[in-house]
């Protein structure tokens, strides 16, 4: 199914405040309306990456995503969302983290690829499961597997030596 201009406005009526939310995990409130504008902007720019394998609502949470992914690395708050999250990562039992492992998961968050960002996003923040994610990414559920356990491995690696 191709998406038409026309197509796009449609969206935009039906599925802004569901866009609103999906900002808001990543933008502050002030922030959010500007950036569901920027996202569809973007959608206008994109209209020939779309692919038919994804409804255009999947299509529009990936581009949203990653849309908030690209800002947040480029204010240097990617630290502060992956601060907020940490634990999660490295710690099962859910502790609290001590602050030289927050500082070293702070680091490994600023230092990992887009692609494991963003399965690191959906799964540890969004809480979606390998099917979920690779439906969003276009890829198998076991490459979502493998994502979160390199993600796994470098926050173990970035917390050796922390109490």
Same mark, same amino acid.
């Given at each position: 199914?191709?998406? @038409?201009?026309?197509?796009?406005?449609?969206?935009?009526?039906? +599925?802004?405040?569901?866009?609103?939310?999906? #900002? &808001?995990?990543?933008?502050?409130?002030?922030?959010?309306?500007?950036? #569901?504008?920027?996202?569809?902007?973007?959608?206008?720019? &994109?209209?020939?990456?779309?692919?038919?394998?994804?409804?255009?609502?999947?299509?529009?949470?990936?581009?949203?995503?990653?849309?908030?992914?690209?800002?947040?690395?480029?204010?240097?708050? &990617?630290?502060?969302?992956?601060?907020?999250?940490?634990?999660?990562?490295?710690?099962?039992? @859910?502790?609290?983290?001590?602050?030289?492992?927050?500082? @070293?998961?702070?680091?490994?968050?600023?230092?990992?690829?887009?692609?494991?960002?963003?399965?690191?996003?959906?799964?540890?923040?969004?809480?979606?499961? +390998?099917?979920?994610?690779? &439906?969003?990414?276009?890829? @198998?559920?076991?490459?979502?597997?493998?994502?979160?356990?390199?993600?796994?491995?470098?926050?173990?690696?970035?917390?050796?030596?922390?109490?």
């Amino acid at each position: 199914m191709q998406v @038409s201009q026309p197509e796009v406005a449609r969206l935009y009526a039906e +599925h802004a405040g569901r866009v609103h939310r999906w #900002v &808001r995990r990543f933008e502050p409130a002030g922030d959010a309306t500007e950036v #569901v504008h920027e996202v569809f902007v973007k959608v206008l720019e &994109r209209l020939a990456d779309f692919r038919a394998d994804a409804s255009p609502t999947t299509w529009l949470y990936r581009v949203t995503t990653n849309h908030c992914l690209n800002r947040l690395r480029d204010r240097g708050r &990617r630290a502060q969302l992956w601060q907020q999250h940490a634990a999660a990562l490295w710690q099962a039992d @859910s502790a609290a983290a001590d602050q030289e492992t927050v500082a @070293s998961l702070t680091e490994l968050w600023g230092n990992l690829d887009d692609e494991l960002a963003e399965t690191g996003i959906y799964y540890f923040i969004d809480g979606m499961t +390998h099917a979920e994610i690779a &439906r969003i990414v276009g890829c @198998s559920e076991r490459t979502v597997g493998n994502r979160i356990e390199r993600i796994r491995k470098a926050a173990e690696a970035a917390t050796k030596g922390a109490p």
